[in-house]
């Protein structure tokens, strides 16, 4: 692995369920702490339908979301380095399945 290669990890979208979101409807966390440019890649499968947030936490326990809802395929730059990040269902997704996928570089650490 090159020292400037992008590293990937994936993201567990919630899907479809006859009462509405999975759960709390807020896929896993994921640890990104040791990324840096990080941005989320969310991409609706065909005719899919739904919305989802993405969100970015320190701790675990405050979650704040990052742009706007995605009704559609698209990316949210995190604009800043966080702890945690995840994908939130808000509107029940149905028809297709979604993927998302959160991609950014290796922060340097000196020391």
Partial sequence: MSL????????????????GPATDGAS????ISDLTGAYVLLVYGASATGTNQ?????????WFQIGADMTAS?????????????VKCTVNMATAASTATVAGRRAWRTG
């Fill in 4 to 19: 400037n290669e992008l590293v990937s990890r994936p993201i567990t979208v919630p899907q479809t369920t006859i009462l």
């Fill in 74 to 86: 698209g990316n949210r730059s995190l604009a800043a380095d966080y702890k945690l990040v995840r």
């Fill in 54 to 62: 993405v969100q970015v936490s320190n701790d675990g326990t405050n």
């Fill in 28 to 31: 896993a966390a994921i640890d």
